[in-house]
Each structure stands twice: as C-alpha cells, then as structure tokens.
Nanobody, 117 residues
C-alpha cells in the first residue's frame, strides 16, 4: 500500500493550507489515518489522527486551528490548516494502517510546509 501526499508549500503566517493524502493498492480496509510532522532538529510528532469511525485526536499545539477529515470512498485523508504559525513549519507525513493481504502500516513521502513570519 502506498500513500501519496499533496498540498505543501510556502504561506505567510495567518494563512491556510490544505494537505491531502491518498492510499493506493490492494486495500481491504483502512483503520486509522493521520498526519505527523518533523521540524528540523526535532523528532517526528503526531499532528492529528482520525479513525475509520471518524473519531479525531489532535496535538494541543494545533487544536482549534487544524482539522483532519477523511473520505473513505477515496481512501484519502485531509488536513485543513488555518491560522498557520512559523512554528508549524515542518515536513508533514501522512500515515495509515489497515488490511490488505495482511495488515499494513504505511507512510507517505512527506510534504514540506513553510510558514513565513
């Protein structure tokens, strides 16, 4: 199973971006989907996650600004990022787990988000 992420770029502080990530391959079902980020010199951290039933979880630093959603028919997860701050600058990675011929857990290639002050 492969994940392809889109939507990164350069934005001014206070602006918005929308990331998307689509899973492809022989997928029976997808359980959890999520977004992580890794800033230079820092560890990768969870930004937001969503279950197959739609339950969501957010890092405290993005609550109220970011919204995660998914389209199960398209095997796609989205991250709407509003009120962006320079500290949101990072490479954003999508992640998904579920069932194919067996269990899978996959990462996308990463998309760079740069927020200028």
């Amino acid at each position: 199973v492969q994940l392809q992420a889109y939507g990164g770029g350069l934005v001014q502080a206070g602006g918005s971006l929308r990331l998307s990530c689509t899973a492809s391959g022989s997928i029976f079902s997808i359980n959890n989907m999520g977004w992580y980020r890794q800033a230079p010199g820092k560890q990768r951290e969870l930004v937001a996650a969503i279950t197959s039933g739609g339950s969501t979880n957010y890092a405290d630093s993005v609550k109220g600004r970011f919204t995660i959603s998914r389209d199960n028919a398209k095997n796609t997860v989205y991250l709407q990022m509003n009120s962006l701050k320079p500290e949101d600058t990072a490479v954003y990675y999508c992640n998904a787990d579920g069932e194919t011929m067996g269990y899978f857990g996959s990462w996308g290639q990463g998309t760079l988000v740069t927020v200028s002050s």
